[in-house]
């Protein structure tokens, strides 16, 4: 019996990775106000089809249930935030600023950082549609990689307008329903051969060196926001790109993506999507809304590969295992106070382990610094005291085996 | 566009009440030495097919992907997690504490307290067969109700040993294959009508009457068990009822259901399966094991019925939502320099909130104090000082502007 392909277990050691990873975007997300929800991993397959575009619905993990409904496992968050925003806007104060993590779907082909069920970070802003909104979420896409330990050396952002291209393809006579077809061949441009980009732009009647030119200028529209970015002191951490499209059809302006430096691979993405609401709610709520996933696959793999990141990720690995209190029992007829002792001091939020059967101390002993425990409290014939003793330095104190006074000694 | 009937949306609010129980979940696992662990949300329906039994394949969420993989949502932790343990229990020291919270599937007919995705704490307990571990696992259980505020009075254990009635069969000359039978009997017998259970009570030759009898007495079998939670003090929390045999076929021994006393309502359930292991591995693993699962739809609810439990939950709600510090903008040409320092203040883990666009400062504070922020920090005409302002009080104080200095006041 094995996992399906594209699924993974999480063994102990691999989940307090992911709890890192998880425990770091949270705390990054809340510092910014944001507050936490979560969606169901069943939708209905409409929902995904309505999103206008819907490149996913053919990477479904979709089927009929037992009661004929045509479902889906989420193959990305957006579609169920704009369905959920849209049914209570008026319940909350704008901006409304939200972030969620889970498990996402896609009947994908294998290949290295894309597995079938991966975690993503949500982070949404709605009814908020000035520059200093663009640039607190894109400061808050930065911090969270910065908390791991990344630095500008190891990642930077993509940003760019899609505004941009509007501008550039209505000044030369390209209507607007070619514009997703042009914004296609930008976002290839630079994996695609010269050749195959001069045939496709001449459709639009675009020269390719015209196109170069229009891209090594700097975008007039973007300028405030690199303004609001320099003012945070993020400039090194950004460069503008119009190059950077991002796939997805619904995004209306601002577009960035989060890329890691010597993987060559994105660890984010995101962007304005101001009509979404609208579409989804067949006209009844219209909120503009900016948004950005993390997935949780690429950056692991990159914590995992840069040196200074791996190292607070080993760090928190090991923290994550070790009980703060290794209880040895040196006396078995002692058994019932020790664990009775233990008991308190876990219900005092202490991580305590002993062994569930009599043992020699020695092996004890070996047990707790193996666990990597800072402290032992030893039960024995000292009774109503007990050893505390610290394991990296083996001093010892004894006290009174009262859950109180310890306390303090081993917090 | 809604939610597929029994599948939830978890706006803010709701999360905070989930992330509560999740969050006490994990205190109360780990200060036990338990390590956390998670599988895939989708298995082959060959897993649940092995586990003997299969009383859950009938509500399975399965389909058949694009690959042609027979495929379900998982029902239940213990199949995952049995097979995990049996692909490397070598690299493990035993005993084996893992626990693990996630989402889970069920088609089943909603009902109050029953959905079809729900969350689950599993903890389990595996190379360990004293009664020792089965008083820690126990004393666990009894604590991850505890924590919540809830007391002897609102729920209690019940508990039993299917040997009891093994050893019941066996005296009265029942054949083994025909006891899994029986203990449907039992399992019903305080819902059933009398006639009933004597008609089929009589099929195994046994009389109510001899039934009733063999219930009130205590059974010796669980005698050190009793003696071992009487050591931890939890003697009020637990009641011994044979009638206890726990509808899953693969329980071997010990098993034991958590019950709101208020509410008729199991909150937990769970026991000894020491044959699974070797089950699912063909035989290669031979490991005892013990484990029980939390629901989380059922406690929430009890939780939200038990008055002190309730003040606790929505405490913690209010705490979640607010933000820690507010920033005023009192002067917009100071906006840079104060997004400035809320940005450094945040990188501190401290969460801060301030308005994105100008805005009068009475409405301002007004926004600070609907938000539940303790202090409110001002950046104005006074930069680079700063005043902060303790919101219940109104005290104020004019201090520099520098994160360090600031962050003792406000943390």
Redesign the interface.
């Known amino acids: 019996?094995?996992?399906?392909?594209g699924?993974?277990?999480?063994?102990?050691v691999?989940?307090?990775a992911?709890?890192y990873i998880f425990e770091g975007w949270r705390?990054?997300a809340?510092?910014?106000?944001f507050?936490?929800?979560?969606?169901?991993?069943?939708?209905?397959v409409?929902?995904y089809r309505?999103k206008s575009g819907g490149e996913l619905v053919g990477q479904l993990?979709d089927?009929?249930?037992?009661?004929k409904?045509e479902?889906a496992?989420r193959p990305e968050m957006t579609p169920?935030l704009a369905?959920?925003v849209a049914a209570?806007e008026r319940d909350f104060?704008k901006?409304i600023k939200?972030f969620s993590m889970g498990?996402f779907?896609r009947?994908e082909k294998q290949q290295d950082g894309r597995l079938r069920?991966f975690a993503q970070l949500n982070c949404d802003l709605f009814g908020?549609h000035?520059v200093?909104?663009e640039a607190?979420m894109i400061?808050l896409a930065i911090?969270l990689f910065?908390t791991f330990g990344l630095t500008e050396k190891d990642f930077y952002v993509r940003i760019n307008d899609r505004r941009v291209w509007e501008h550039f393809l209505s000044e030369r006579g390209v209507t607007t329903e070619r514009s997703e077809e042009f914004l296609q061949i930008i976002d290839k441009l630079e994996r695609e051969r010269e050749e195959v980009n001069v045939a496709k732009l001449a459709t639009f009647g675009i020269a390719l060196p015209e196109l170069r030119e229009f891209l090594a200028r700097p975008a007039p529209i973007l300028e405030s926001l690199a303004v609001a970015l320099a003012?945070?002191?993020l400039q090194d951490f950004v460069r503008f790109d119009a190059t950077i499209v991002r796939g997805l059809a619904y995004y209306t302006g601002v577009v960035f993506e989060v890329f890691a430096t010597a993987h060559g691979r994105a660890l984010a993405g995101g962007g304005r999507y101001d009509d979404l609401i609208k579409t989804?709610s067949d006209g009844s709520v219209d909120l503009p809304a900016l948004g950005f996933a993390v997935g949780d696959v690429v950056l692991e793999k990159v914590l995992r590969a840069t040196p200074h990141a791996a190292e607070k990720l080993e760090a928190a690995i090991r923290a994550?295992?070790a009980?703060q209190v290794f209880g040895v029992i040196a006396d078995e007829t002692r058994?019932?106070e020790a664990?009775?002792l233990f008991?308190e001091l876990?219900?005092e939020?202490?991580?305590?382990?002993?062994p569930?059967?009599a043992m020699k101390v020695g092996k004890q002993f070996q047990?707790a610094e193996?666990a990597g425990a800072p402290f032992a409290i030893v039960v024995g014939a000292e009774w109503p005291q007990v050893k505390v003793k610290t394991l990296a330095t083996r001093e010892e104190r004894v006290v009174p085996g009262e859950s109180s006074g310890l306390l303090s000694l081993v917090r």
């Open positions: 019996m094995q996992t399906l392909p699924f993974r277990d999480f063994y102990p691999d989940f307090a992911r709890r705390r990054v809340r510092s910014y106000g507050v936490e929800y979560e969606g169901p991993t069943l939708e209905s409409d929902l309505k993990f089927f009929t249930d037992k009661g409904r479902v496992l169920t369905r959920m209570k104060k901006p939200w498990s779907y009947y069920e908020d000035s200093a909104g607190e400061a911090d910065r003012d945070r002191g989804l994550d295992h009980p058994r019932a664990v009775k008991s876990r219900r939020g202490l991580r305590v382990d002993y569930l059967a047990l193996q």
